[in-house]
């Protein structure tokens, strides 16, 4: 007993000094720059930091981060509620010391774009990333020349040749969404969120494997064991289970721990059996000559096929990193873009202005057509894009995009001036900050506003909104789907998804809360603002209660 007692004693006090250490340590790295630097008593992605401040949920509010300056920063997503404020304090550079690495914060749009286009001075910190490779490596979690080679060879499933599959699909599952929405009548529904999961996947399901689901909600209930699975089922469970898949091992979820313990496995097995299917069935038909099934699973095999033939050097993906890249583009193709897709929901029925403003436009390039040809609309719908990158601006599911030095201190310009950052050192584009900046944005840099996106060019020849324009940001100030080598590569499948849905949504129709008792319907869109205000960072940022929204469409009167 006195041991134990001696052991809580001394292990907590020991772990407390050697931590105090390795903040001494660090400080000393960058203790000559001249770049301002703040603490933080605890490591920004240690996990289990992070798992603790996941597990503690909406309580985590309540801990008193932004009284001292010492515990501002060790918050998970702690960008979110700083925005620019840290900077406008201490400048376009600052550095948080942790006890395990120096985080270097840059706002410096010149110095951020130098940094983006230097992939080997300033790396992708993969261990941050290596949850991802859950069912194998993946172009998520490689670097250097492996990276590349996985990249040229995961090209093909994203090309411009997919876009018009993104936008029927698109335009029909969001057509399918809204009679289900007008379905709940007067008294609205409360599933904004988990409706655009839905359709996110199914348009990932249709262009990525010809599966085509018509719209409705994925109920878990109906899945009793591993052979009532389908395909769409499985990758659901997986996804909406994302954090808990990727922290545990596999194997875990074979034991008996309750049914949505047993779903999540049952999820998995199916979803590699599929996709191992799959990707037999595509090499049988390579080795026979015949034409592909148009997957991803066969884009992927005949990309390695085709570049092994052109350049025998080139190693083919292996069945590993096909099944690992198919992973990834399912979470990323999935989460982020039905995560932003149900914060633009709310934000719109908070909005009733937008709507009015969208809807002039489609209503000016669709009056008279049936069809919506994706070649013929989409490059014109310049204002129902600008929602997207106005919603991306300030609720990005992706809070930051960091580098790393490596094992090498390498020289950076910020503001004018030099400095050498030390080797093992993670540097961050200040995303948050340089997409609220008011210096850039205006002095209304933190209200959601898509007008500020649109420009008119100085021809009086054509009608107004023809003469409009897409304001084009100053590099390194807006990076929602990252820049350089290493940008997102899925950034044109998720623009087409997001304007085919609107357009869909409010060619004909108008959202509104539905009001409390003694609520008038301003004060409901207020509430509708503040819960999308109140998102915060779990693997992404998303709406906390996006569930407590009561939301009817209802349809346009008729233009008189």
Same mark, same amino acid.
């Given at each position: 007993m006195a041991t134990f007692v001696i052991f809580l004693l001394v292990f907590p006090t020991a772990w407390i000094l050697y931590n105090c250490h390795c903040l001494y340590q660090n400080y000393l790295k960058i203790s000559r720059l001249a770049i301002p630097h703040v603490f933080s008593p605890v490591n920004l992605d240690n996990p289990l930091w992070i798992a603790f401040q996941l597990a503690c949920g909406s309580a985590i509010d309540y801990f008193p981060f932004a009284a001292f300056s010492f515990t501002r920063?060790?918050?998970?997503? =702690? &960008?979110?509620?700083? #925005? @620019?404020? $840290?900077?406008?304090?201490?400048?376009?550079?600052?550095?948080?010391? $942790?006890?395990? *690495?120096? !985080? %270097?914060?840059?706002?410096?749009? &010149?110095?951020? $774009?130098?940094?983006? /286009?230097?992939n080997r001075d300033f790396k992708t910190p993969t261990w941050q990333l290596e949850v991802l490779g859950v069912f194998g490596p993946n172009i998520a979690t490689s670097e250097g020349q492996d990276w590349q080679r996985q990249r040229k060879l995961t090209a093909t499933p994203f090309n411009e040749q997919k876009s018009p599959l993104v936008w029927e699909e698109s335009l029909r599952q969001a057509s399918d969404m809204l009679k289900s929405w007008r379905s709940a009548g007067s008294d609205g529904f409360t599933t904004t969120a988990d409706d655009t999961r839905t359709l996110a996947l199914h348009v990932l399901a249709y262009v990525a494997f010809q599966k085509s689901y018509p719209f409705q909600s994925v109920s878990k209930a109906g899945v009793q064991d591993v052979d009532s699975m389908t395909y769409r089922d499985s990758l659901a469970i997986i996804l909406s289970n994302a954090f808990t898949v990727m922290v545990l091992p596999l194997s875990v979820f074979s034991f008996p721990f309750g049914k949505k313990w047993n779903q999540i496995g049952w999820a998995i097995h199916y979803f590699r059996s599929y996709m191992m299917k799959q990707l037999k069935d595509e090499q049988y038909l390579v080795r026979t000559g015949k034409s592909g099934t148009g997957t991803l699973v066969s884009n992927l095999v005949r990309a390695s096929v085709d570049a092994t033939n052109e350049n025998g050097a080139m190693k083919p993906l292996t069945e590993d990193e096909i099944l690992g890249n198919i992973f990834v583009f399912n979470f990323a193709g999935h989460d982020t873009t039905a995560l932003s897709l149900a914060s633009c929901m709310l934000?719109?029925? /908070?909005?009733?202005?937008?709507?009015? =403003?969208?809807?002039?436009? %489609?209503? @000016? @390039?669709? &009056?008279?057509? *049936?069809?919506?040809? @994706?070649?013929?609309?989409?490059? *014109?719908?310049? #204002?129902?894009?600008?929602?997207?990158? &106005? $919603? %991306?601006?300030?609720?990005?599911?992706?809070?930051?995009?960091?580098? !790393?030095?490596?094992?090498?201190?390498?020289y950076l310009d910020i503001n004018g001036k030099t400095f050498l950052v030390p080797a093992d050192t993670l540097v961050c584009p200040a995303l948050q900050t340089l997409h609220t900046d008011p210096r850039r944005w205006g002095k209304d840099s933190l209200t959601w506003r898509p007008q500020r996106w649109i420009s008119h060019s100085n021809s009086t020849a054509r009608p107004q909104l023809e003469s409009e324009e897409l304001f084009k940001p100053s590099k390194g100030t807006y990076f929602p789907w990252a820049e350089g080598a290493r940008n997102c590569p899925g950034r044109k499948f998720a623009q087409v998804e997001f304007v085919a849905t609107l357009v869909a949504l409010l060619r004909d129709h108008i959202a509104e809360p539905v009001p409390k008792s003694g609520e008038s319907l301003d004060e409901a869109r207020q509430r509708t603002l503040k819960v999308v205000q109140n998102s915060s960072m779990e693997l992404l940022l998303q709406m906390r209660n996006p569930s407590s929204v009561h939301v009817r469409w209802k349809e346009r009167k008729a233009s008189i």
């Open positions: 920063h060790c918050r998970l997503g =702690w &960008e979110v509620h700083d #925005r @620019y404020r $840290t900077h406008a304090r201490l400048g376009d550079a600052f550095i948080v010391v $942790t006890p395990g *690495k120096n !985080w %270097l914060f840059i706002a410096d749009d &010149e110095a951020v $774009t130098d940094v983006f /286009a230097r934000l719109l029925v /908070a909005n009733p202005d937008v709507q009015d =403003w969208v809807h002039e436009e %489609l209503e @000016y @390039y669709l &009056e008279d057509s *049936k069809s919506s040809d @994706y070649n013929d609309v989409f490059p *014109k719908l310049k #204002r129902t894009l600008a929602v997207l990158l &106005e $919603t %991306l601006r300030l609720y990005n599911p992706l809070i930051g995009t960091p580098k !790393w030095t490596g094992e090498q201190p390498t």
